[in-house]
């Protein structure tokens, strides 16, 4: 069973910067996909960055010029760094990897955005 581990979140004043990490138990190398989504209470849980295997890294017109996802295949981790942070940002980030019709989810990393 592949196990995501994220972690890097915390409460941070508007304007701040994070990276989240999220450490995947075996290679990276096996998915087709990976990527991270966040969820604010009360709202659906919505991608906010892909990386597809030999794809175009894909973000939300949220957060474009703002998030940049990246991965470090020694380490089988992949990041989100996550810069000017709004209020409106704050969620739970959950990273995602995708091996075929496989799903495997982490258990998420709370990111608050406040004054």
């Known amino acids: 069973q592949v196990q995501l581990v994220e972690s890097g979140g915390g409460l941070v004043q508007p304007g701040g910067s994070l990276r989240l990490s999220c450490a995947a138990s075996?290679?990276?190398?096996?998915?087709?996909?990976m990527g991270w989504y966040r969820q604010a209470p009360g709202k659906q849980r919505e991608l906010v960055a892909g990386m597809p295997s030999g794809g175009t890294i894909n973000y939300a017109d949220s957060v474009k010029d703002r998030f940049t996802i990246s991965r470090a295949n020694a380490k089988n981790t992949v990041y989100l760094q996550i810069n000017s942070l709004k209020p409106e940002d704050t969620a739970v980030y959950y990273c995602?990897?995708?091996?075929?019709?496989?799903?495997?989810w982490g258990q998420g990393t709370q990111v608050t955005v406040s004054s």
């Open positions: 075996e290679s990276i190398f096996r998915f087709n996909f």
């Open positions: 995602t990897a995708h091996f075929g019709l496989a799903r495997y």
